[in-house]
């Protein structure tokens, strides 16, 4: 017996499943009046998300009251000019504040990195809440955390030196990721296990889209332990190491 067809969705319907700009319709040859107004203003938002300053010194004290020492460093890009035009200097940690990480105790297991990426717009809204819900799992695990760092004019690879320096078996890197026209604060986690220079992506593992309308960061810091006790485990993260975390378990009370 044939199954009776699936009633026709309206278009109106359809674009409610998703953010995506589709069936915006047409005014003679161009867009709607509606339609481009709300386009140039996500384009407006995305470009202030990646030139918005970062307060490093206000994620300093809010890592501080979780109970967390922080310490405060920059990548060798001299202005937020320099970092956009310049990836490589936001892998390199400016030589000068390279006693800030050599006179740290070193971390027995993970390294957290806190940087603001090409949003840091991002790492303001997301990043403490992350490690808010990311640090009783970790104390659960029995995984020690040393102090977190948090970085100006950060791209990820800039985590493996800071890692290595810290002589971390892991780190962990929350980053603003870039922004898109419907997510111009998306915050990404990176995980490499054996930080040090010169390693790729496909050394590491990545959970993204943690915003208001993607994973929360609850469910991230679910992700984000699931990965950090694996990788330990299995001395490995990247291609080596497939996210089988699964659905989140209740949330368990922040610090």
Known sequence: MNSPATPPRSLAELRSLTPARVALGRAGASLPTEALLDFTLAHARARDAVHAVFDAGAIVSELQTLGLPALQVASRAGDRREYLARPDLGRQLDPALRAVLDGAAKAAD??????????????????????????????????????????????????????????????????????????????????????????????????????AAGISPDEAAHKIAWLVREGLARQATGIALKDESGDPVPSLPPP
């Open 110 to 211: 993970v390294a957290l990195v806190i940087g603001d990426g090409l949003s840091p717009v991002a790492v303001a809204a997301q990043a403490v809440a992350v490690v808010r819900h990311l640090l009783p799992r970790l104390v659960a695990a029995r995984i020690g955390i040393g102090a977190a760092v948090v970085a100006t004019g950060a791209r990820v690879a800039l985590g493996d030196e800071i890692g290595a320096a810290l002589g971390a078996r892991l780190v962990v890197v929350l980053i603003g990721e870039r922004p898109g026209l419907s997510a111009p604060a998306s915050l990404g986690a990176y995980l490499t296990f054996g930080p040090r220079p010169g390693l790729t992506d496909a050394d590491r593992n990545c959970v993204s889209n943690v915003h």
